[in-house]
């Protein structure tokens, strides 16, 4: 068993410029070095004008990953929130160069509210639900492609 004041002390690995780099630093450096997004397919179309103005692509890459419309991806906005689904419906650029994907969301049943009032009950931690509901967000959110099925209500 460890002393109480040796687990208070950061942890620190390696060595740079004569001092030593604790494991938040280094944290923090993997994340300025991340890859960059980048589309990697023609501009499809442009929408807007000036500041304002955005070009749209089929395909972008992302931390080595390959993304395309109508691919289904988990989006994770930080690490407080569970993660969320979505289908790819656009993949935009600004001006300034940030990269944006439109998505259409699945929900948890119990996140969808009933007509009559209440939520859905979920039957199964896997259980979504498609929903006409689109929003955009920044390619930075997306963690991976996920595989999503659809079965028949009735079964």
């Not at 109508?70 to 990269?99: C, F």
């Not at 039957?123 to 930075?140: G, K, S």
């Amino acid at each position: 068993m460890k002393p109480a004041k040796e687990e208070e002390e950061p942890k620190e690995k390696e060595e740079k410029k004569g001092r030593k780099v604790s494991e938040d630093e280094k944290e923090v450096e993997e994340e300025l070095q991340q890859e960059v997004a980048k589309p990697i397919s023609e501009p499809t179309r442009f929408f807007g004008k000036g500041s304002g103005r955005r070009s749209h692509y089929e395909v972008f890459e992302f931390d080595s990953n390959r993304y395309e419309l109508e691919d289904p991806i988990l989006l994770t906005p930080n690490k407080e929130h569970k993660s969320y689904v979505a289908i790819i419906k656009d993949i935009t650029q600004t001006n300034d160069g940030s990269m944006m994907v439109i998505g259409q969301w699945f929900y948890r049943p119990e996140e969808a509210k009933r007509k009559g009032g209440g939520n859905w009950q979920s039957r199964n931690t896997r259980e979504l639900l498609y929903n006409f509901h689109r929003d955009e967000v920044p390619v930075e959110f997306v963690m991976h492609k996920c595989v999503v099925h659809f079965v028949p209500i009735h079964k």
